[in-house]
């Protein structure tokens, strides 16, 4: 222990401290690049996922092409039921338009003979209110009647031409076990598909009736006053 203890001294102590201090440091340098190249893979991955997500659907050229795609499987004929609702919701739009321009001119014929005093007159509008609105009535519900069957129509045969491509040969099991871009394939084949054809037959009778209120607009005041030359 003498011979030892003249060794230990504060030089050779600490350079002995230096050399543990960087085989410490050699051995940490060395596991590193080990611990980085899962995370690096893992950042990969995740960049990856990011980019696609990125990828959403967009307003173009393809998309107005998709659309009329679905429509044509939805509306594959001219001469079909499909094509006869919608002509009777265009026509129940047009009655109902000229249903609530009677109703406007009526009400105020009531509020005209009030104001008059007229006892006569606000009898004959007020019987001619009361006549008409069991056809007003009728109007309505071939309107709403038009609207849910079309709805139930599109349903069955965009459901039914989705049903044949997914049950066709392993096309479930491809979709369901071995391709993980479509998710719940089920579900959208069900809620998803009805959401899309209420959206559609809300979208034509939401976008039809105000083109036509315009267009009856404008065949109106043109026979009334005339076309003006601009």
């Given at each position: 222990m003498a011979g030892f203890s003249k060794y230990v001294t504060a030089k050779n102590s600490s350079i002995a401290g230096g050399l543990l201090l960087m085989l410490y440091l050699l051995k940490n340098r060395r596991r590193r690049p080990k611990q980085d190249c899962p995370k690096r893979g893992s950042d990969l991955v995740l960049n990856l996922e990011k980019d696609g997500?990125?990828?959403?659907?967009?307003?173009?050229?393809?998309?107005?092409?998709?659309?009329?795609?679905?429509?044509?499987?939805?509306?594959?004929q001219f001469f079909c039921m499909e094509a006869g609702y919608l002509i009777l919701i265009a026509a129940m739009l047009v009655a109902r338009t000229y249903c609530d321009v009677w109703m406007i001119q009526n009400g105020t014929m009531i509020e005209s003979a009030i104001i008059g005093r007229s006892t006569k007159d606000f009898k004959t509008f007020l019987f001619s209110f009361i006549r008409f609105m069991p056809l007003i009535a009728l109007v309505n519900n071939f309107l709403k009647l038009g609207l849910n069957e079309l709805?139930?129509?599109?349903?069955?045969?965009?459901?039914?031409?989705?049903?044949?491509?997914?049950?066709?040969?392993?096309?479930?099991?491809?979709?369901?076990?071995?391709?993980?871009?479509?998710?719940?394939?089920?579900q959208l084949l069900t809620q998803d598909v009805e959401k899309f054809c209420n959206s559609v037959?809300?979208?034509?009778?939401?976008?039809?009736?105000?083109?036509?209120?315009?267009?009856?607009?404008?065949?109106?005041?043109?026979?009334?006053?005339?076309?003006?030359p601009s």
């Amino acid at each position: 222990m003498a011979g030892f203890s003249k060794y230990v001294t504060a030089k050779n102590s600490s350079i002995a401290g230096g050399l543990l201090l960087m085989l410490y440091l050699l051995k940490n340098r060395r596991r590193r690049p080990k611990q980085d190249c899962p995370k690096r893979g893992s950042d990969l991955v995740l960049n990856l996922e990011k980019d696609g997500k990125k990828d959403r659907a967009a307003v173009d050229k393809m998309f107005f092409l998709q659309i009329l795609r679905i429509v044509r499987i939805m509306v594959p004929q001219f001469f079909c039921m499909e094509a006869g609702y919608l002509i009777l919701i265009a026509a129940m739009l047009v009655a109902r338009t000229y249903c609530d321009v009677w109703m406007i001119q009526n009400g105020t014929m009531i509020e005209s003979a009030i104001i008059g005093r007229s006892t006569k007159d606000f009898k004959t509008f007020l019987f001619s209110f009361i006549r008409f609105m069991p056809l007003i009535a009728l109007v309505n519900n071939f309107l709403k009647l038009g609207l849910n069957e079309l709805k139930l129509r599109f349903r069955e045969r965009l459901t039914k031409n989705l049903y044949d491509q997914y049950l066709q040969g392993f096309t479930y099991y491809k979709m369901g076990n071995l391709d993980n871009r479509i998710a719940n394939a089920d579900q959208l084949l069900t809620q998803d598909v009805e959401k899309f054809c209420n959206s559609v037959v809300d979208l034509y009778s939401n976008l039809s009736k105000p083109l036509l209120d315009i267009g009856l607009y404008i065949f109106k005041l043109t026979s009334a006053i005339g076309a003006q030359p601009s």
